[in-house]
């Protein structure tokens, strides 16, 4: 299998940041072609009133249009716990075909079981257009695209390398940001370290792109990074870093952190592909909130 799909391709990358989750969402465009992909769009919610508006996402909606392009993909890098997928409803706008990893099965098992959620949930990914396996070889326009199944962070992360860009999800972010978390269900960190060093055996030059940024150190928030910026600086998995030396970090430094504000709403919407749950009888949608379970 061939990681890189053909590095000389540089793909236009517009970027996005929602201010309320640190998440950046991305516009890849192929320059040959009007063809795009929106990876990880945001569908915003304020948790406390219990709405949805689409701030977000009717501004990746809007630059999609006023560069008239054509969605081919929504790409979801992994099953987020910090913000609600915005894909169907950018699906219904414009179109395109929402894919997730494959191992999106194994994640809706266990949160399936979080949820107590009944036999009318299914639980083989159907809800997604696109399930990607490893190493699978695909195109947006004319550019050459693979997926890597990269978990660690959760089972079902992957990273997908258009051209000389990467798109890393949660498990890498800014050098001096370090590596995502590996402690919810399903997750790993010496997985996690395999999945990353696969992603750091890409060509030095290769451009990684982040999912999440914080500013640490009160700096400008900053998504893009190169392999060879990570390999030299990363504050966790910089080369000379061993999987033991990280995977003790990892773990300590998990225990210190707590759950994402919006992870019992994300999870619950973004396993059923951004899908709200089903309304009641009265009209009205409700989510689930389990007690001493998470």
């Given at each position: 299998?061939?990681d890189?799909?053909?590095?000389?391709?540089?793909?236009?990358?517009?970027?996005?940041?929602?201010?309320?989750?640190?998440?950046i969402?991305?516009?890849?465009?192929?320059?040959?072609?009007?063809?795009?992909?929106?990876?990880?769009?945001?569908?915003?919610?304020?948790?406390?009133?219990?709405?949805?508006?689409?701030?977000?996402?009717?501004?990746?909606?809007?630059?999609?249009?006023?560069?008239?392009?054509?969605?081919?993909?929504?790409?979801?890098?992994?099953?987020?716990?910090?913000?609600?997928?915005?894909?169907?409803?950018?699906?219904?706008?414009?179109?395109?075909?929402?894919?997730?990893?494959?191992?999106?099965?194994?994640?809706?098992?266990?949160?399936?079981?979080?949820?107590?959620?009944?036999?009318?949930?299914?639980?083989?990914?159907?809800?997604?257009?696109?399930?990607?396996?490893?190493?699978?070889?695909?195109?947006?326009?004319?550019?050459?695209?693979?997926?890597?199944?990269?978990?660690?962070?959760?089972?079902?992360?992957?990273?997908?390398?258009?051209?000389?860009?990467?798109?890393?999800?949660?498990?890498?972010?800014?050098?001096?940001?370090?590596?995502?978390?590996?402690?919810?269900?399903?997750?790993?960190?010496?997985?996690?370290?395999?999945?990353?060093?696969?992603?750091?055996?890409?060509?030095?030059?290769?451009?990684?792109?982040?999912?999440?940024?914080?500013?640490?150190?009160?700096?400008?928030?900053?998504?893009?990074s190169?392999?060879?910026?990570?390999?030299?600086?990363?504050?966790?998995?910089?080369?000379?870093?061993?999987?033991?030396?990280?995977?003790?970090?990892?773990?300590?430094?998990?225990?210190?952190?707590?759950?994402?504000?919006l992870?019992?709403?994300?999870?619950?919407?973004?396993?059923?592909?951004?899908a709200?749950?089903?309304?009641?009888?009265?009209?009205?949608?409700?989510?689930?909130?389990?007690?001493?379970v998470?």
């Open positions: 299998m061939n890189n799909p053909g590095p000389t391709v540089q793909p236009d990358v517009s970027a996005f940041f929602d201010q309320s989750t640190n998440t969402s991305y516009v890849v465009r192929d320059p040959a072609s009007d063809a795009c992909a929106i990876i990880d769009p945001v569908l915003n919610l304020d948790y406390a009133a219990g709405r949805i508006s689409h701030a977000g996402a009717d501004a990746l909606i809007a630059h999609v249009r006023a560069q008239q392009l054509r969605v081919e993909w929504l790409i979801e890098t992994h099953v987020h716990a910090d913000h609600l997928s915005a894909a169907p409803y950018i699906r219904q706008q414009l179109g395109g075909r929402i894919g997730i990893g494959q191992h999106i099965t194994a994640v809706q098992e266990t949160f399936a079981r979080v949820f107590d959620e009944g036999r009318e949930f299914h639980r083989d990914g159907s809800q997604f257009d696109h399930l990607f396996s490893d190493g699978e070889a695909y195109s947006i326009g004319g550019m050459p695209a693979v997926a890597l199944h990269t978990p660690g962070h959760t089972p079902a992360c992957m990273t997908h390398v258009v051209g000389d860009a990467a798109f890393v999800g949660d498990t890498l972010f800014m050098p001096d940001g370090g590596t995502a978390r590996a402690d919810f269900p399903g997750g790993d960190a010496a997985m996690l370290f395999r999945s990353i060093r696969r992603v750091l055996e890409l060509p030095p030059q290769t451009r990684l792109f982040m999912c999440h940024d914080y500013g640490p150190g009160g700096r400008d928030i900053a998504w893009q190169t392999v060879a910026a990570e390999r030299a600086e990363n504050i966790h998995i910089r080369d000379g870093v061993g999987e033991a030396e990280f995977v003790a970090m990892r773990q300590a430094r998990d225990k210190t952190l707590g759950m994402p504000a992870i019992i709403p994300a999870l619950q919407v973004n396993m059923r592909a951004g709200l749950p089903e309304p009641e009888a009265s009209g009205k949608r409700f989510l689930k909130v389990p007690v001493d998470l």
